[in-house]
């Protein structure tokens, strides 16, 4: 099994999902800079609340496309939208991506769920199987034997 296991440290994020949103702030944000500098009849002051607004658009689906799951020797970081956290592999429980699931769930041994946005099914459903199964076998691989065994 050990394999198939990737090569930590390895990053798994939403990579489709993310060039979409990033693409999308980059055209929201030159649309509406466009607009503000082609209308003639706005003033300065109106011109920068366009050019901040599209900046701001921007802002909010960069934080949208910053998701990720890094998994290392040591343990797991997930970074949500507006949170990250860091879990060592003992904490890790279970990780599910369930039919329906909007992304992965990682079970904790303190009995709560945290939700792994940067494995999400969206627009690459069979790449977020393939990281959701890679993710899951190095949390069992690593309950297993624990981190000092899997170096080499």
Do not use: C, Y
């Not at 649309?31 to 901040?52: D, H, N, Y």
């Not at 970081?77 to 003992?90: D, G, H, Y």
Request: proline share 6%; net charge positive; no cysteine.
């Amino acid at each position: 099994m050990s394999s198939e296991l990737p090569a930590l440290p390895v990053t798994f994020r939403p990579g489709r999902t993310r060039a979409v949103l990033l693409s999308a702030g980059v055209a929201i944000f030159v649309v509406i800079t466009a607009v503000a500098l082609l209308l003639e009849k706005l003033g300065p002051g109106e011109r920068l609340s366009f050019v901040f607004t599209g900046a701001l658009m921007f802002g909010v689906l960069a934080m949208l496309a910053r998701v990720k799951v890094v998994a290392d020797e040591t343990g797991v970081t997930v970074v949500n939208i507006a949170t990250r956290r860091r879990l060592e592999w003992a904490e890790i429980v279970q990780v599910n991506l369930r039919p329906g699931d909007p992304w992965v769930f990682l079970n904790l041994s303190d009995g709560t769920s945290l939700p792994a946005l940067g494995i999400q099914p969206g627009i690459a459903k069979q790449r977020a199987i393939a990281d959701a199964r890679a993710l899951r076998a190095l949390a069992e691989a690593r309950a297993l034997r624990g981190p000092e065994e899997h170096q080499g």
